[in-house]
Protein backbone atom coordinates (compact mmCIF):
# COMPACT_ATOMS: atom_id res chain seq x y z
CA UNK A 1 0.00 0.00 0.00
CA UNK A 2 1.60 3.38 -0.73
CA UNK A 3 2.36 6.20 1.91
CA UNK A 4 -0.71 7.96 0.60
CA UNK A 5 -3.21 5.24 0.70
CA UNK A 6 -2.15 4.14 4.41
CA UNK A 7 -5.98 5.04 5.57
CA UNK A 8 -4.58 6.14 9.16
CA UNK A 9 -1.68 9.20 7.48
CA UNK A 10 -5.12 10.38 5.18
CA UNK A 11 -6.97 10.43 8.43
CA UNK A 12 -4.55 12.43 10.46
CA UNK A 13 -3.72 14.94 6.60
CA UNK A 14 -7.22 15.22 6.47
CA UNK A 15 -7.35 16.40 10.62
CA UNK A 16 -4.21 18.61 9.97
CA UNK A 17 -5.73 20.73 7.64
CA UNK A 18 -8.82 21.16 9.69
CA UNK A 19 -6.36 22.14 12.29
CA UNK A 20 -4.58 24.69 10.40
CA UNK A 21 -8.19 25.83 9.01
CA UNK A 22 -9.52 26.56 12.12
CA UNK A 23 -6.04 27.12 14.05
CA UNK A 24 -7.11 24.51 16.77
CA UNK A 25 -4.67 24.66 20.09
CA UNK A 26 -1.33 22.94 19.35
CA UNK A 27 -2.40 20.66 22.71
CA UNK A 28 -5.69 19.43 21.54
CA UNK A 29 -4.52 18.66 17.81
CA UNK A 30 -1.63 16.43 19.39
CA UNK A 31 -3.85 14.37 21.33
CA UNK A 32 -6.22 14.26 18.32
CA UNK A 33 -3.30 12.92 15.82
CA UNK A 34 -2.87 10.03 17.96
CA UNK A 35 -5.42 6.94 19.56
CA UNK A 36 -5.90 6.98 23.07
CA UNK A 37 -5.21 3.21 23.63
CA UNK A 38 -5.11 -0.02 21.45
CA UNK A 39 -4.82 -3.33 21.75
CA UNK A 40 -3.12 -6.37 19.55
CA UNK A 41 -4.30 -9.76 20.18
CA UNK A 42 -3.59 -13.02 18.74
CA UNK A 43 -6.66 -15.52 18.38
CA UNK A 44 -6.46 -19.20 18.21
CA UNK A 45 -8.96 -20.91 16.70
CA UNK A 46 -9.23 -24.88 16.07
CA UNK A 47 -9.90 -25.08 12.21
CA UNK A 48 -12.61 -27.95 11.22
CA UNK A 49 -9.31 -30.00 9.61
CA UNK A 50 -8.38 -30.36 13.28
CA UNK A 51 -5.49 -27.74 12.95
CA UNK A 52 -4.91 -24.81 15.30
CA UNK A 53 -4.73 -21.20 13.59
CA UNK A 54 -3.60 -18.26 14.85
CA UNK A 55 -5.30 -14.84 13.69
CA UNK A 56 -4.19 -11.50 14.74
CA UNK A 57 -6.99 -8.62 15.83
CA UNK A 58 -6.86 -5.45 16.61
CA UNK A 59 -9.12 -2.95 19.04
CA UNK A 60 -8.44 0.92 18.83
CA UNK A 61 -9.97 3.24 21.41
CA UNK A 62 -9.35 6.23 19.75
CA UNK A 63 -10.67 9.13 21.96
CA UNK A 64 -13.61 8.92 24.50
CA UNK A 65 -13.92 12.21 25.62
CA UNK A 66 -18.03 12.65 24.38
CA UNK A 67 -18.29 9.01 25.99
CA UNK A 68 -17.76 5.67 25.49
CA UNK A 69 -15.61 4.46 22.99
CA UNK A 70 -18.18 2.93 19.60
CA UNK A 71 -17.33 1.31 16.44
CA UNK A 72 -17.37 -1.51 14.37
CA UNK A 73 -15.49 -5.12 13.97
CA UNK A 74 -13.69 -5.61 10.68
CA UNK A 75 -13.42 -9.39 9.62
CA UNK A 76 -10.83 -9.08 6.18
CA UNK A 77 -8.19 -10.31 4.96
CA UNK A 78 -6.45 -6.79 4.07
CA UNK A 79 -7.06 -5.58 7.83
CA UNK A 80 -4.41 -3.45 9.20
CA UNK A 81 -3.36 -2.04 12.33
CA UNK A 82 -3.58 1.58 10.45
CA UNK A 83 -6.85 0.87 8.94
CA UNK A 84 -8.22 0.10 12.13
CA UNK A 85 -6.45 3.23 13.62
CA UNK A 86 -8.29 5.79 10.46
CA UNK A 87 -11.20 3.78 11.17
CA UNK A 88 -11.17 4.51 15.20
CA UNK A 89 -10.35 8.34 14.26
CA UNK A 90 -13.09 8.45 11.65
CA UNK A 91 -15.65 7.19 14.49
CA UNK A 92 -14.60 9.54 16.70
CA UNK A 93 -15.57 12.46 14.31
CA UNK A 94 -18.55 10.48 13.04
CA UNK A 95 -19.94 10.06 17.13
CA UNK A 96 -19.57 14.38 16.79
CA UNK A 97 -21.20 15.27 13.71
CA UNK A 98 -24.13 13.68 14.69
CA UNK A 99 -23.94 15.18 18.10
CA UNK A 100 -24.26 11.73 19.94
CA UNK A 101 -22.55 11.20 23.63
CA UNK A 102 -20.18 8.89 22.45
CA UNK A 103 -16.38 8.53 21.12
CA UNK A 104 -14.89 6.75 18.34
CA UNK A 105 -13.41 3.02 18.27
CA UNK A 106 -13.03 0.33 16.12
CA UNK A 107 -12.24 -3.70 15.64
CA UNK A 108 -10.68 -5.75 13.53
CA UNK A 109 -9.61 -9.51 12.63
CA UNK A 110 -7.09 -10.05 9.80
CA UNK A 111 -8.98 -13.20 8.01
CA UNK A 112 -10.74 -14.14 5.18
CA UNK A 113 -14.28 -15.19 6.55
CA UNK A 114 -15.48 -16.24 2.71
CA UNK A 115 -13.18 -18.98 3.30
CA UNK A 116 -14.31 -20.09 6.79
CA UNK A 117 -17.38 -22.39 7.72
CA UNK A 118 -19.91 -20.87 10.60
CA UNK A 119 -18.13 -23.55 13.41
CA UNK A 120 -15.08 -21.30 12.81
CA UNK A 121 -15.94 -17.81 12.47
CA UNK A 122 -18.65 -18.10 15.40
CA UNK A 123 -14.90 -19.39 17.54
CA UNK A 124 -13.39 -16.99 15.84
CA UNK A 125 -15.83 -13.94 16.78
CA UNK A 126 -16.15 -15.91 20.63
CA UNK A 127 -12.33 -16.07 21.24
CA UNK A 128 -11.50 -11.97 19.94
CA UNK A 129 -14.07 -11.63 22.61
CA UNK A 130 -12.02 -13.68 24.96
CA UNK A 131 -9.00 -11.86 24.14
CA UNK A 132 -10.59 -8.26 24.28
CA UNK A 133 -13.35 -8.64 27.14
CA UNK A 134 -12.07 -7.63 29.93
CA UNK A 135 -10.74 -4.10 27.40
CA UNK A 136 -14.79 -3.19 26.60
CA UNK A 137 -18.24 -2.61 28.17
CA UNK A 138 -21.35 -0.81 27.67
CA UNK A 139 -19.33 2.55 29.39
CA UNK A 140 -15.97 1.60 28.26
CA UNK A 141 -16.39 0.45 24.47
CA UNK A 142 -18.94 -0.93 22.18
CA UNK A 143 -18.65 -2.73 19.09
CA UNK A 144 -20.91 -3.15 16.10
CA UNK A 145 -20.75 -4.44 12.89
CA UNK A 146 -18.40 -3.57 10.15
CA UNK A 147 -16.72 -5.17 6.48
CA UNK A 148 -18.06 -8.83 6.57
CA UNK A 149 -19.42 -8.77 9.97
CA UNK A 150 -23.63 -8.94 10.76
CA UNK A 151 -25.73 -9.13 13.59
CA UNK A 152 -25.14 -13.25 14.02
CA UNK A 153 -21.55 -12.56 14.80
CA UNK A 154 -23.00 -10.03 17.13
CA UNK A 155 -25.31 -12.06 19.15
CA UNK A 156 -21.89 -15.10 19.75
CA UNK A 157 -19.68 -11.92 21.06
CA UNK A 158 -22.80 -10.31 23.32
CA UNK A 159 -22.91 -14.75 24.45
CA UNK A 160 -19.50 -14.58 25.24
CA UNK A 161 -19.12 -11.61 26.95
CA UNK A 162 -22.20 -13.06 29.00
CA UNK A 163 -20.10 -16.10 29.75
CA UNK A 164 -16.98 -13.49 31.06
CA UNK A 165 -19.05 -11.94 33.22
CA UNK A 166 -21.43 -14.11 34.81
CA UNK A 167 -24.42 -12.36 33.10
CA UNK A 168 -25.96 -11.40 29.77
CA UNK A 169 -24.96 -7.16 29.06
CA UNK A 170 -26.75 -6.14 26.04
CA UNK A 171 -25.30 -2.76 26.11
CA UNK A 172 -21.67 -4.02 24.87
CA UNK A 173 -22.70 -4.55 21.71
CA UNK A 174 -24.91 -3.15 18.68
CA UNK A 175 -26.28 -4.26 15.74
CA UNK A 176 -27.31 -7.49 17.36
CA UNK A 177 -30.32 -9.13 16.24
CA UNK A 178 -34.17 -8.00 17.38
CA UNK A 179 -34.51 -10.87 19.43
CA UNK A 180 -31.81 -10.58 21.82
CA UNK A 181 -31.59 -6.94 22.77
CA UNK A 182 -31.12 -5.30 18.75
CA UNK A 183 -33.17 -1.95 17.70
CA UNK A 184 -35.26 -1.80 14.59
CA UNK A 185 -34.10 -0.60 11.78
CA UNK A 186 -30.15 -0.75 12.83
CA UNK A 187 -29.63 -3.12 9.84
CA UNK A 188 -30.62 -0.57 7.23
CA UNK A 189 -30.05 2.35 8.95
CA UNK A 190 -26.87 3.14 8.10
CA UNK A 191 -28.34 3.25 4.07
CA UNK A 192 -31.52 5.36 5.36
CA UNK A 193 -28.85 7.84 6.71
CA UNK A 194 -26.84 7.68 3.34
CA UNK A 195 -30.07 8.50 1.55
CA UNK A 196 -31.58 11.06 4.12
CA UNK A 197 -28.30 13.06 3.53
CA UNK A 198 -28.82 13.10 -0.71
CA UNK A 199 -32.34 13.79 0.00
CA UNK A 200 -30.97 17.03 1.21
CA UNK A 201 -27.60 17.27 -0.72
CA UNK A 202 -30.35 17.00 -4.19
CA UNK A 203 -31.92 20.00 -2.30
CA UNK A 204 -28.80 21.79 -2.07
CA UNK A 205 -27.65 21.86 -5.64
CA UNK A 206 -31.48 21.57 -7.36
CA UNK A 207 -31.00 17.54 -8.58
CA UNK A 208 -34.08 16.36 -9.29
CA UNK A 209 -33.83 12.69 -7.88
CA UNK A 210 -36.93 10.95 -9.92
CA UNK A 211 -34.44 9.96 -12.55
CA UNK A 212 -31.33 11.02 -11.45
CA UNK A 213 -29.02 8.10 -12.72
CA UNK A 214 -27.11 5.89 -9.79
CA UNK A 215 -23.93 3.79 -9.66
CA UNK A 216 -23.14 2.05 -6.31
CA UNK A 217 -19.82 0.21 -5.37
CA UNK A 218 -20.26 -2.45 -2.80
CA UNK A 219 -23.57 -4.64 -2.70
CA UNK A 220 -23.28 -5.68 0.85
CA UNK A 221 -25.42 -4.68 3.72
CA UNK A 222 -24.84 -0.33 3.54
CA UNK A 223 -24.50 -0.61 -0.53
CA UNK A 224 -27.59 -3.16 -1.18
CA UNK A 225 -30.30 -1.06 1.35
CA UNK A 226 -28.91 2.30 -0.10
CA UNK A 227 -29.42 0.94 -3.87
CA UNK A 228 -33.03 -0.19 -2.92
CA UNK A 229 -33.80 2.99 -0.97
CA UNK A 230 -32.67 5.08 -3.94
CA UNK A 231 -34.43 2.70 -6.20
CA UNK A 232 -37.37 3.85 -3.89
CA UNK A 233 -36.94 7.39 -4.51
CA UNK A 234 -37.36 7.19 -8.10
CA UNK A 235 -33.56 7.23 -8.92
CA UNK A 236 -32.30 5.07 -11.77
CA UNK A 237 -29.36 2.57 -10.23
CA UNK A 238 -27.82 1.86 -13.71
CA UNK A 239 -24.35 0.34 -11.84
CA UNK A 240 -23.90 -2.11 -9.55
CA UNK A 241 -20.34 -3.68 -8.32
CA UNK A 242 -19.18 -6.08 -5.36
CA UNK A 243 -15.75 -8.02 -5.50
CA UNK A 244 -17.61 -10.87 -7.57
CA UNK A 245 -17.80 -7.96 -10.46
CA UNK A 246 -19.09 -4.82 -11.80
CA UNK A 247 -22.45 -4.59 -13.71
CA UNK A 248 -23.91 -1.60 -16.05
CA UNK A 249 -27.51 -1.72 -17.04
CA UNK A 250 -28.77 2.06 -18.51
CA UNK A 251 -32.02 0.71 -18.07
CA UNK A 252 -31.54 0.98 -14.13
CA UNK A 253 -31.57 -2.67 -12.18
CA UNK A 254 -33.90 -4.51 -10.15
CA UNK A 255 -32.66 -3.62 -6.85
CA UNK A 256 -34.59 -6.68 -4.89
CA UNK A 257 -33.10 -9.13 -7.50
CA UNK A 258 -29.78 -8.51 -7.18
CA UNK A 259 -30.51 -8.89 -3.69
CA UNK A 260 -31.84 -12.04 -3.71
CA UNK A 261 -29.12 -13.21 -6.35
CA UNK A 262 -26.21 -12.31 -3.58
CA UNK A 263 -28.19 -13.95 -0.76
CA UNK A 264 -28.47 -16.86 -2.96
CA UNK A 265 -24.54 -17.00 -4.45
CA UNK A 266 -22.59 -14.85 -2.20
CA UNK A 267 -21.86 -12.27 -4.29
CA UNK A 268 -23.06 -10.85 -7.49
CA UNK A 269 -20.34 -12.74 -9.69
CA UNK A 270 -22.56 -14.47 -12.57
CA UNK A 271 -25.37 -11.63 -12.59
CA UNK A 272 -25.03 -10.67 -16.07
CA UNK A 273 -26.03 -14.25 -16.70
CA UNK A 274 -29.23 -14.03 -15.22
CA UNK A 275 -30.01 -10.78 -16.30
CA UNK A 276 -29.29 -8.28 -19.46
CA UNK A 277 -26.32 -6.21 -18.09
CA UNK A 278 -22.91 -5.44 -18.92
CA UNK A 279 -19.85 -6.76 -17.25
CA UNK A 280 -17.53 -3.94 -16.37
CA UNK A 281 -13.69 -4.52 -16.92
CA UNK A 282 -11.90 -3.14 -14.69
CA UNK A 283 -14.52 -3.22 -11.90
CA UNK A 284 -13.50 0.04 -11.05
CA UNK A 285 -15.01 1.31 -13.99
CA UNK A 286 -17.84 1.87 -12.10
CA UNK A 287 -16.17 4.81 -10.51
CA UNK A 288 -16.11 6.65 -13.70
CA UNK A 289 -19.76 5.98 -15.05
CA UNK A 290 -21.71 8.89 -16.51
CA UNK A 291 -24.01 9.23 -13.70
CA UNK A 292 -25.15 11.97 -11.04
CA UNK A 293 -24.88 10.24 -8.33
CA UNK A 294 -21.84 7.95 -7.34
CA UNK A 295 -22.26 5.82 -4.14
CA UNK A 296 -18.97 4.12 -2.88
CA UNK A 297 -20.17 1.83 -0.45
CA UNK A 298 -16.87 -1.05 -0.25
CA UNK A 299 -13.67 0.15 0.87
CA UNK A 300 -11.38 2.82 1.44
CA UNK A 301 -9.13 4.63 -1.05
CA UNK A 302 -10.97 4.25 -4.34
CA UNK A 303 -11.20 7.78 -5.44
CA UNK A 304 -7.57 8.41 -5.65
CA UNK A 305 -5.13 11.06 -7.90
CA UNK A 306 -5.44 8.33 -10.39
CA UNK A 307 -9.09 8.47 -11.51
CA UNK A 308 -10.81 11.40 -9.52
CA UNK A 309 -10.66 13.28 -12.62
CA UNK A 310 -12.40 10.66 -14.63
CA UNK A 311 -15.43 11.22 -11.61
CA UNK A 312 -18.36 12.21 -13.61
CA UNK A 313 -20.62 12.24 -10.99
CA UNK A 314 -21.88 15.91 -9.99
CA UNK A 315 -22.68 14.16 -6.44
CA UNK A 316 -20.52 12.04 -4.30
CA UNK A 317 -22.28 10.24 -1.35
CA UNK A 318 -19.77 8.50 0.67
CA UNK A 319 -21.56 5.60 2.41
CA UNK A 320 -17.87 3.85 2.97
CA UNK A 321 -15.53 4.82 5.18
CA UNK A 322 -12.03 6.36 3.75
CA UNK A 323 -13.09 5.89 -0.08
CA UNK A 324 -11.79 9.64 -1.02
CA UNK A 325 -7.69 10.16 -0.42
CA UNK A 326 -6.90 13.83 0.05
CA UNK A 327 -5.08 14.19 -2.79
CA UNK A 328 -8.27 13.24 -4.71
CA UNK A 329 -10.70 15.43 -2.85
CA UNK A 330 -8.67 18.96 -4.00
CA UNK A 331 -9.41 17.32 -7.68
CA UNK A 332 -13.35 16.78 -7.00
CA UNK A 333 -13.53 20.22 -5.23
CA UNK A 334 -12.30 22.16 -8.39
CA UNK A 335 -14.32 19.78 -10.40
CA UNK A 336 -17.34 20.72 -8.50
CA UNK A 337 -18.35 17.46 -7.28
CA UNK A 338 -20.64 17.86 -4.30
CA UNK A 339 -19.41 15.49 -1.59
CA UNK A 340 -21.58 14.50 1.16
CA UNK A 341 -18.38 13.10 3.19
CA UNK A 342 -18.08 9.16 4.55
CA UNK A 343 -18.08 10.09 9.04
CA UNK A 344 -21.45 12.63 7.99
CA UNK A 345 -23.21 10.38 4.89
CA UNK A 346 -23.22 7.11 7.16
CA UNK A 347 -23.72 8.61 10.60
CA UNK A 348 -27.21 6.69 10.15
CA UNK A 349 -25.60 3.24 11.65
CA UNK A 350 -23.96 4.39 14.67
CA UNK A 351 -27.16 6.54 15.54
CA UNK A 352 -29.12 4.00 15.21
CA UNK A 353 -26.52 1.06 17.48
CA UNK A 354 -26.63 5.13 19.91
CA UNK A 355 -30.72 3.82 19.91
CA UNK A 356 -30.14 0.26 19.95
CA UNK A 357 -28.20 1.36 23.68
CA UNK A 358 -31.12 3.78 24.73
CA UNK A 359 -33.93 1.48 24.50
CA UNK A 360 -31.43 -1.30 26.11
CA UNK A 361 -30.90 1.02 29.05
CA UNK A 362 -34.41 1.15 29.32
CA UNK A 363 -35.68 -1.95 28.36
CA UNK A 364 -38.55 -0.26 26.52
CA UNK A 365 -38.42 -0.74 22.33
CA UNK A 366 -39.12 1.24 20.04
CA UNK A 367 -41.60 0.88 16.72
CA UNK A 368 -39.35 0.98 13.73
CA UNK A 369 -41.27 4.37 12.43
CA UNK A 370 -40.32 5.96 15.90
CA UNK A 371 -36.12 5.14 14.76
CA UNK A 372 -36.50 6.24 11.14
CA UNK A 373 -37.91 9.63 12.58
CA UNK A 374 -35.65 10.07 14.77
CA UNK A 375 -32.89 8.87 12.79
CA UNK A 376 -34.06 11.79 9.75
CA UNK A 377 -33.84 14.63 12.22
CA UNK A 378 -30.69 13.73 13.15
CA UNK A 379 -29.14 13.40 9.64
CA UNK A 380 -31.00 16.24 8.44
CA UNK A 381 -29.01 18.46 11.58
CA UNK A 382 -26.12 16.85 11.09
CA UNK A 383 -26.39 17.55 7.14
CA UNK A 384 -27.06 21.37 7.53
CA UNK A 385 -25.03 22.16 10.23
CA UNK A 386 -21.57 20.67 8.19
CA UNK A 387 -23.05 22.78 4.91
CA UNK A 388 -23.19 25.85 6.45
CA UNK A 389 -19.83 25.89 8.24
CA UNK A 390 -18.11 24.72 5.29
CA UNK A 391 -19.55 28.01 3.41
CA UNK A 392 -19.03 29.74 6.90
CA UNK A 393 -15.27 28.98 6.33
CA UNK A 394 -15.33 29.11 2.29
CA UNK A 395 -13.76 25.01 2.78
CA UNK A 396 -15.06 21.59 1.32
CA UNK A 397 -17.41 20.18 3.34
CA UNK A 398 -15.15 17.76 4.50
CA UNK A 399 -13.64 20.19 5.60
CA UNK A 400 -16.86 21.69 7.36
CA UNK A 401 -17.64 18.18 8.85
CA UNK A 402 -14.19 18.38 10.69
CA UNK A 403 -14.87 21.55 11.54
CA UNK A 404 -17.99 20.61 13.18
CA UNK A 405 -16.44 17.42 15.24
CA UNK A 406 -13.26 18.43 16.13
CA UNK A 407 -15.04 21.62 17.80
CA UNK A 408 -17.37 19.57 19.40
CA UNK A 409 -14.42 16.66 20.69
CA UNK A 410 -12.44 19.65 21.38
CA UNK A 411 -14.83 21.29 23.44
CA UNK A 412 -15.57 18.32 25.48
CA UNK A 413 -12.02 17.67 26.26
CA UNK A 414 -11.34 20.75 27.47
CA UNK A 415 -14.30 20.71 30.07
CA UNK A 416 -12.95 17.27 30.80
CA UNK A 417 -9.75 19.38 31.88
CA UNK A 418 -7.57 17.00 29.35
CA UNK A 419 -5.49 20.33 28.43
N1 LIG B 1 -22.39 -1.75 8.38
C1 LIG B 1 -22.49 -0.52 8.85
O1 LIG B 1 -23.40 -0.22 9.63
C2 LIG B 1 -21.56 0.55 8.42
C3 LIG B 1 -20.62 0.35 7.42
N2 LIG B 1 -19.87 1.40 6.99
C4 LIG B 1 -18.89 1.26 5.93
O2 LIG B 1 -19.56 0.91 4.72
C5 LIG B 1 -18.69 0.13 3.89
C6 LIG B 1 -19.38 -1.19 3.54
O3 LIG B 1 -19.67 -1.88 4.75
P1 LIG B 1 -20.80 -3.01 4.85
O4 LIG B 1 -21.79 -2.83 3.78
O5 LIG B 1 -21.23 -3.04 6.25
O6 LIG B 1 -19.94 -4.31 4.58
P2 LIG B 1 -20.41 -5.69 3.93
O7 LIG B 1 -19.43 -6.69 4.36
O8 LIG B 1 -21.85 -5.94 4.21
O9 LIG B 1 -20.25 -5.39 2.37
C7 LIG B 1 -19.04 -5.04 1.79
C8 LIG B 1 -19.27 -4.98 0.29
O10 LIG B 1 -18.11 -4.47 -0.35
C9 LIG B 1 -17.79 -5.34 -1.43
N3 LIG B 1 -16.37 -5.25 -1.72
C10 LIG B 1 -15.33 -5.65 -0.97
N4 LIG B 1 -14.18 -5.41 -1.61
C11 LIG B 1 -14.51 -4.83 -2.79
C12 LIG B 1 -13.77 -4.35 -3.90
N5 LIG B 1 -12.44 -4.42 -3.91
N6 LIG B 1 -14.46 -3.82 -4.94
C13 LIG B 1 -15.80 -3.76 -4.95
N7 LIG B 1 -16.55 -4.19 -3.91
C14 LIG B 1 -15.91 -4.72 -2.87
C15 LIG B 1 -18.20 -6.71 -0.94
O11 LIG B 1 -18.30 -7.65 -1.98
C16 LIG B 1 -19.54 -6.36 -0.32
O12 LIG B 1 -20.52 -6.24 -1.31
C17 LIG B 1 -17.39 0.00 4.68
O13 LIG B 1 -16.54 1.06 4.33
C18 LIG B 1 -17.85 0.16 6.13
O14 LIG B 1 -16.82 0.55 6.98
C19 LIG B 1 -20.03 2.65 7.50
C20 LIG B 1 -20.95 2.90 8.47
C21 LIG B 1 -21.73 1.85 9.08
O1 LIG C 1 -22.88 1.02 14.76
C1 LIG C 1 -21.79 1.31 15.20
O2 LIG C 1 -21.54 1.40 16.39
C2 LIG C 1 -20.63 1.68 14.30
C3 LIG C 1 -20.76 1.28 12.87
C4 LIG C 1 -19.43 1.53 12.20
O3 LIG C 1 -18.50 0.80 12.42
C5 LIG C 1 -19.27 2.70 11.35
O4 LIG C 1 -20.08 3.62 11.39
O5 LIG C 1 -18.26 2.75 10.61
Same mark, same amino acid.
Given at each position: MSETLNPFKMAQAQLDEAARIMNLDEDIHAILREPRREFHVSIPVRMDDGKLKVFKGFRVQYNDARGPCKGGIRFHPGETIDTVRALAAWMTWKCAVVNIPLGGGKGGVICDPKEMSMKELEQLSRNYIQAIGRYIGPEIDVPAPDVYTNPQIMAWMADEYAKIRGYYAP &???? &???VAIGGSLGRVDATSRGVLYTIREAAKKIGMELKGATVAIQGFGNVGSYAAKFLAEEGCKVVGIADIGGAFYNPEGFDIPKAMDYVLENGTLEGFNNVVNCEQLTPPEAILELDVDILVPAALEGQITEKNADKVKAKLLAEAANGPTTPEADKILRDKGVFVIPDFLCNAGGVTVSYFEQVQGNMNFFWSEEEVRERLEKIMKNAFWAVVETAEKYNVDNRMGAYIVSIARVAEAMKLRGWV
Amino acid at each position: MSETLNPFKMAQAQLDEAARIMNLDEDIHAILREPRREFHVSIPVRMDDGKLKVFKGFRVQYNDARGPCKGGIRFHPGETIDTVRALAAWMTWKCAVVNIPLGGGKGGVICDPKEMSMKELEQLSRNYIQAIGRYIGPEIDVPAPDVYTNPQIMAWMADEYAKIRGYYAP &GVIT &GKPVAIGGSLGRVDATSRGVLYTIREAAKKIGMELKGATVAIQGFGNVGSYAAKFLAEEGCKVVGIADIGGAFYNPEGFDIPKAMDYVLENGTLEGFNNVVNCEQLTPPEAILELDVDILVPAALEGQITEKNADKVKAKLLAEAANGPTTPEADKILRDKGVFVIPDFLCNAGGVTVSYFEQVQGNMNFFWSEEEVRERLEKIMKNAFWAVVETAEKYNVDNRMGAYIVSIARVAEAMKLRGWV
